[in-house]
């Protein structure tokens, strides 16, 4: 079965009117941006990459927020992913401003442990989200608790919370897909098939099963070295969990290019089409680099969107990224990877191109 979301690719390709501006050397809006609303977790994960940011209790100024949101609707902005440091569902108006994004002609998507996805929050938001993937990382109560470092009875929680939105959705016509991901660990392979099984009876469209990127500033480095070879036939067997509104994806194409030698691209390109903001407001150019004064662009609580794009302190940051950042260095399962390798061929062409 063909993965319609392009999980495991990027959808760039689709933009190629942004894209050919950006070769023209113009100055481009993000089309898409992540978004911390909560720094604040109420789970502690094993493998969690932003451990180093301590989970501060820290929040988004809803006022402030909707404010930049609207004006990035302005400038163009087509897409926004709520997640990051923290639990975004801890922020107690994170219904009213995916309600409010969407509103701005932002598509909403939504990342979260699922725990406080309940039914209030779906009356509230759900018809104003394109997607909602909740992380769910074993396949038993028990190994749940380990990973998730949260009580047992999460896991259930978290189930019947996703079922519960699959039928609010399909009852309102609600084009929100629902799905789960995992983070594949030697702790809970053995329990993937049954988590697969899980997800399918409680009505979702898919799980994604993703390989663990040691982030270089994680404090937790146990899983740094995980060989994922031997668990590339495990899609065989995860095929029979598929049918015609479920479907398993197994990240193998970034597990593969876990093992390569070289990246395929000498330069980060894919700054200008994304950026990131954190619970406190600021402005990174690279969410792998939160903390490192070299990608930080600004701050939505000082300044517009717009001024901080087209400010100095980006200016900066990029000139340092064409000229001296070197991608090896960089987070193995980067989130712009492919976009990176995309955007390399797009300016490095081979021979014969016009041979089409």
Request: hydrophobic share 35%; proline share 4%.
């Amino acid at each position: 079965m063909k993965d319609q979301f392009r999980i495991d690719s990027h959808k760039l390709m689709f933009h190629p009117r942004t894209v050919a501006r950006w070769l023209e050397g113009e100055t481009i809006y993000p089309l898409y941006m992540e978004l911390s609303p909560s720094g604040a977790c109420n789970h502690r994960c094993s493998f969690c990459a932003l451990d180093y940011l301590e989970y501060r209790p820290r929040f988004l100024s809803t006022e402030i927020l909707k404010e930049r949101v609207h004006e990035l609707g302005r400038l163009g902005l087509k897409s926004l992913m709520l997640g990051g440091e923290g639990e975004p569902l801890l922020h107690r108006d994170c219904a009213g401003i995916i309600s409010h994004a969407k509103g701005c002609g932002i598509d909403v998507a939504l990342t979260t442990n699922g725990v406080l996805l309940d039914r209030n929050f779906c009356e509230q938001a759900l018809t104003s989200l394109s997607w909602i993937k909740a992380s769910i990382n074993a396949g038993l109560p028990e190994t749940y608790a380990r990973i998730h470092r949260s009580s047992t009875h999460d896991f259930d929680t978290v189930l019947n919370n996703l079922s519960a939105a699959v039928e609010f959705g399909r009852k309102v016509g609600s084009a929100c897909v629902i799905g789960a991901q995992i983070v594949l660990l030697p702790e809970n392979a053995a329990e993937v098939e049954n988590l697969a099984h899980l997800c399918r009876e409680a009505g979702l469209s898919y799980l994604v099963i993703k390989p663990y990127s040691q982030h270089h500033k994680s404090l937790t480095r146990e899983f740094a070295h995980i060989d994922y070879t031997p668990f590339l036939p495990l899609l065989e067997r995860l095929e029979a969990a598929n049918d015609e509104s479920f479907r398993v994806i197994l990240r193998d194409k970034t597990i593969r290019k876990m093992q390569r030698e070289k990246r395929g691209y000498g330069r980060c390109l894919a700054l200008p089409f994304w950026s990131y903001v954190d619970a406190g407001g600021d402005v990174w150019g690279c969410s792998s680099h939160m903390g490192d004064e070299r990608y930080f662009y600004g701050n939505i609580n000082h300044e517009t969107f717009q001024e901080i794009w087209l400010g100095e302190r980006r200016r900066r940051s990029l000139e340092f990224v064409a000229e001296e950042l070197d991608p090896e260095t960089c987070r193995m399962n980067c989130r712009m990877d492919e976009i990176n390798l995309y955007l390399w061929e797009l300016t490095h062409s081979t021979p014969h191109i016009n041979f089409i």
